[in-house]
């Protein structure tokens, strides 16, 4: 039976990343690596250090999961590892968004990863892993990010719950908790006519995130966060109350 990892969002930043670094997570004999760029999802022919099959499928298209289970029920492997970074945000208000751009977002930040676990656990097996892209930012409401933060927190406490569901399998979950990160997530997300986040206080490289994420996920850490300023962040967030923390974000970025 052939052994494989599933990488979605794998065309750019931290999915890009855990595609060329999927050594570190044990031997392949396939990687799957799914996004929408074609030519892109290519070009890690060159850089995996396993064979690639290039998957280029938008998670978001009504027909998606039932082309993934399909492939699944062809090829029959065993699925040692999935990655889910496929996602996007939008920093600006609900009101000032369009709602098929909010739709899209839930659809593919939250349906997707949830359709995709699904999906791949029944050929999953003892000592297989999980790992999902949350962020910081759902461990808080955030006003003018609000959409994006909601969709990660259902990815953190969906990740959670499902390790907890899986621990008799012994199949863990994990989800990663980034801060800022030096990615194209930033190319869609900002609008530069009229800017919502204006005060970075970190940016972290998509090496590093990746690097802690699969050491965590190696140790059965259900939650995994890469830097002081991460930890921090999430650290306050459980401790005060969400309106003021709302509000200092408020003044930070010198949103109304």
């Known amino acids: 039976m052939k052994s494989i990892a599933i990488i979605t969002g794998a065309s750019s930043g931290i999915g890009r990343r855990f595609a060329e670094t999927v050594e570190n997570m044990g031997k392949f004999d396939e990687v799957w690596v799914i996004a929408r760029r074609l030519d892109r999802l290519e070009s890690l022919k060159e850089t995996v250090k396993f064979p690639v099959r290039p998957i280029a499928l938008d998670l978001t298209s009504a027909d998606a999961p039932k082309a993934l289970e399909d492939l699944l029920k062809e090829e029959n492997p065993d699925v040692k590892l999935l990655v889910n970074c496929s996602g996007f945000g939008i920093f600006r208000s609900v009101e000032d968004s369009a709602y098929e751009d909010n739709l899209n977002m839930?659809?593919?930040?939250?349906?997707?990863?949830?359709?995709?676990?699904?999906?791949?656990?029944?050929?999953?097996?003892?000592?297989?892993?999980?790992?999902?892209?949350?962020?910081?930012?759902?461990?808080?409401?955030?006003?003018?990010?609000?959409?994006?933060?909601?969709?990660?927190?259902?990815?953190?406490?969906?990740?959670?719950?499902?390790?907890?569901?899986?621990?008799?399998?012994?199949?863990?979950?994990?989800?990663?908790?980034?801060?800022?990160?030096?990615?194209?997530?930033f190319n869609r997300a900002v609008d530069e006519k009229n800017k919502v986040v204006k005060y970075y206080a970190a940016m972290y490289d998509p090496k590093d995130i990746v690097k802690r994420a699969m050491r965590d996920a190696k140790r059965g850490k259900d939650v995994s966060k890469y830097g002081f300023v991460a930890r921090f962040q999430a650290a306050l967030c459980k401790i005060l109350p969400h309106s003021l923390v709302m509000s200092v974000w408020q003044r930070q970025q010198k949103l109304k």
């Open 106 to 185: 839930v659809d593919l930040n939250c349906k997707a990863v949830t359709y995709c676990c699904q999906i791949a656990l029944p050929y999953m097996r003892e000592g297989a892993k999980i790992i999902n892209i949350a962020s910081v930012a759902a461990f808080q409401p955030i006003p003018y990010i609000n959409v994006y933060a909601a969709t990660k927190a259902y990815v953190l406490y969906f990740s959670r719950a499902l390790n907890r569901e899986l621990k008799k399998r012994r199949i863990t979950v994990t989800a990663v908790c980034p801060f800022w990160t030096k990615t194209e997530f």
